[in-house]
């Protein structure tokens, strides 16, 4: 079963109580760019989270190859969410992957959820709709101004645009051509409903006439005389109960801190609850995306010939999930690992084991690769090793060992770690604008991927910011790409982490950390 479901605005808030319930039971959920990190935190932690965004000027996925996932996973699991932001049926290519799913057999269910295009301008303090003011309403895609019919267009009373912050010049232009006013409304709301939410307002012309005007995508652009006709609404505050308040006399010594997390997308939240918890004010930035290998090829083939194994290695939560799940799809369950011995690195790989049934025979009393090469229970000569792993970029350390020491290891990939497209623009301004205290890093990639997403101006802009990391390893990549690493995990987990924070408060915005 493929359930289509709308993701709102991209927050809590604005999610539909059948989605919620959705997202809690899903087993795999292929995610657009625009949904927020929280949503995927609803999901149980052994669900596979993909991401299949577009965004525009990154290159995004190939819509038939969102489709043949679609269809894959659809023949393997009984519950896939395809989570589109807004409401799927708007600009969502909802036909196309309906039309590949139900022909290929398989049963769909659509849920609607809140789309910006209404509930942007509302939130706003604007009405799409007014007496004596506006009577007709088009929500339009500026992604190709070129093929709209202008001429009609231009008599609608009120224009909503979304995809349409790259060509709003071209929109404008034709739309003055058509004999629309240059003194008409203009409005480009965007991040509507997030903590990041920028308006601007003013007319055709002063659009135009505003050179270098900045990025402001993704944004909901309305245009007519009701973008000139404002209410000064007043934001919703819910009182939360008595046992929830937490006055700031009380909070912890990272009141005041804002601290930057680039965990991966869909696993970040979980952190960012403890550190706003702790009094912090929290901005993510993930810098991976967990997504499938470019073939299950090796890691099916190691499947059927489990047997043959003396050990199976896994050292991450994905590498868990991954394996597991790929277990599962081959109609194979936990029984058919009754002759491994499993050996897992760190305590939520641990944790994501148990999830499925299984308890390690081994872990290591320190959370890395090389406390598991030095307390190995056993002499390793002679044993044969299934080691699957992320596709790129893993360290090599364990296979050099182990094969250095007569073993056979065959490394499999079980799932990929890639670098999204593009720095998230509101955390970039953050950063310009020096209102990060502190960045985490809790690996070797997502310090690489950061200075990646961030280019020449990496150093530039944490001249001022701390920088925290889970462990060794990123401490090491972090003096090897930024110069300088100002707190470190002692336990290399994310609760070793926040300790690590709480610890070094005294020293943050000031005195480093050595």
């Known amino acids: 079963m493929i359930y289509f479901v709308g993701a709102g605005l991209g927050t809590l808030g604005t999610l539909t109580l059948e989605a919620w319930t959705c997202l809690q039971q899903a087993q795999v959920v292929l995610y657009d760019a625009l949904v927020s990190p929280s949503l995927l935190d609803l999901t149980p932690t052994d669900c596979l989270r993909v991401a299949v965004g577009k965004r525009a000027g990154?290159?995004?996925?190939?819509?038939?190859?969102?489709?043949?996932?679609?269809?894959?996973?659809?023949?393997?699991?009984?519950?896939?969410?395809?989570?589109?932001?807004?409401?799927?049926?708007?600009?969502?290519?909802?036909?196309?992957?309906?039309?590949?799913?139900?022909?290929?057999?398989?049963?769909?269910?659509?849920?609607?959820?809140?789309?910006?295009?209404?509930?942007?301008?509302?939130?706003?303090?604007?009405?799409?709709?007014?007496?004596?003011?506006?009577?007709?309403?088009?929500?339009?895609?500026?992604?190709?101004?070129?093929?709209?019919?202008?001429?009609?267009?231009?008599?609608?009373?009120?224009?909503?645009?979304?995809?349409?912050?790259?060509?709003?010049?071209?929109?404008?232009?034709?739309?003055?051509?058509?004999?629309?006013?240059?003194?008409?409304?203009?409005?480009?709301l965007q991040w509507v409903g997030q903590p990041q939410q920028q308006f601007w307002f003013g007319t055709l012309e002063s659009y135009l006439n505003t050179p270098h005007f900045p990025e402001m995508a993704p944004a909901v652009v309305v245009i007519g005389a009701i973008a000139q006709k404002r209410y000064p609404l007043t934001s919703l505050d819910l009182a939360l109960p008595d046992c929830l308040r937490t006055s700031p006399s009380s909070m912890s010594r990272l009141h005041g801190k804002t601290i930057l997390v680039t965990r991966a997308a869909g696993q970040a939240s979980a952190f960012s609850e403890q550190l706003k918890a702790a009094g912090a004010t929290v901005l993510e930035m993930p810098t991976l995306e967990i997504v499938p290998p470019s073939?299950?090829?090796?890691?099916?083939?190691?499947?059927?010939?489990?047997?043959?194994?003396?050990?199976?290695?896994?050292?991450?939560?994905?590498?868990?999930?991954?394996?597991?799940?790929?277990?599962?799809?081959?109609?194979?369950?936990?029984?058919?690992?009754?002759?491994?011995?499993?050996?897992?690195?760190?305590?939520?790989?641990?944790?994501?084991?148990?999830?499925?049934?299984?308890?390690?025979?081994?872990?290591?009393?320190?959370?890395?690769?090389?406390?598991?090469?030095?307390?190995?229970?056993?002499?390793?000569?002679?044993?044969?090793?299934?080691?699957?792993?992320?596709?790129?970029?893993g360290r090599p350390v364990l296979v050099d060992a182990f094969t250095a020491a007569g073993a056979e290891v065959l490394e499999v990939p079980a799932y990929d770690s890639r670098?999204?497209?593009?720095?998230?623009?509101?955390?970039?301004?953050?950063?310009?604008?020096?209102?990060?205290?502190?960045?985490?890093?809790?690996?070797?990639?997502?310090?690489?991927?950061?200075?990646?997403?961030?280019?020449?101006?990496?150093?530039d802009l944490l001249q001022n910011v701390q920088i925290a990391s889970i462990g060794p390893q990123t401490s090491q990549t972090c003096r090897e790409l930024l110069g300088r690493v100002d707190a470190e995990a002692t336990e290399h987990t994310l609760e070793g982490l926040l300790q690590a924070l709480l610890q070094a408060t005294s020293s943050l915005k000031g005195e480093r950390v050595p």
Not at 332 to 342: E, T
Not at 432 to 458: N, P, Y
Request: glycine share 8%; with cysteine.
């Open 419 to 459: 670098c999204p497209q593009a720095a998230d623009a509101h955390v970039l301004a953050a950063l310009e604008a020096g209102q990060v205290d502190i960045v985490t890093f809790t690996s070797s990639k997502t310090v690489k991927h950061f200075c990646q997403l961030l280019g020449a101006r990496v150093a």
């Open 58 to 188: 990154a290159e995004p996925v190939p819509q038939a190859e969102i489709n043949r996932l679609l269809v894959d996973y659809g023949q393997q699991y009984q519950r896939v969410v395809r989570l589109k932001s807004g409401d799927p049926g708007l600009f969502g290519r909802l036909h196309q992957e309906l039309e590949v799913v139900l022909g290929a057999g398989l049963e769909a269910v659509v849920i609607a959820g809140v789309s910006s295009a209404l509930a942007a301008p509302l939130l706003a303090g604007l009405c799409v709709t007014a007496k004596d003011v506006s009577q007709s309403v088009a929500i339009l895609s500026g992604h190709a101004p070129e093929i709209l019919p202008w001429a009609a267009i231009a008599q609608m009373e009120t224009l909503i645009f979304l995809m349409a912050t790259r060509s709003l010049r071209q929109i404008v232009e034709e739309l003055l051509q058509q004999g629309r006013s240059p003194a008409e409304g203009l409005a480009i």
């Open 295 to 393: 073939s299950w090829e090796p890691l099916d083939q190691a499947l059927a010939e489990l047997s043959t194994f003396d050990w199976l290695i896994l050292t991450s939560h994905n590498a868990v999930t991954f394996f597991m799940e790929r277990l599962h799809s081959q109609g194979k369950d936990s029984r058919a690992l009754a002759g491994l011995k499993i050996a897992v690195v760190g305590e939520k790989t641990a944790q994501t084991l148990s999830s499925y049934g299984l308890v390690a025979d081994f872990t290591p009393s320190e959370f890395v690769a090389d406390a598991l090469v030095a307390e190995f229970p056993e002499p390793v000569a002679g044993l044969r090793f299934l080691f699957p792993r992320v596709e790129r970029g």
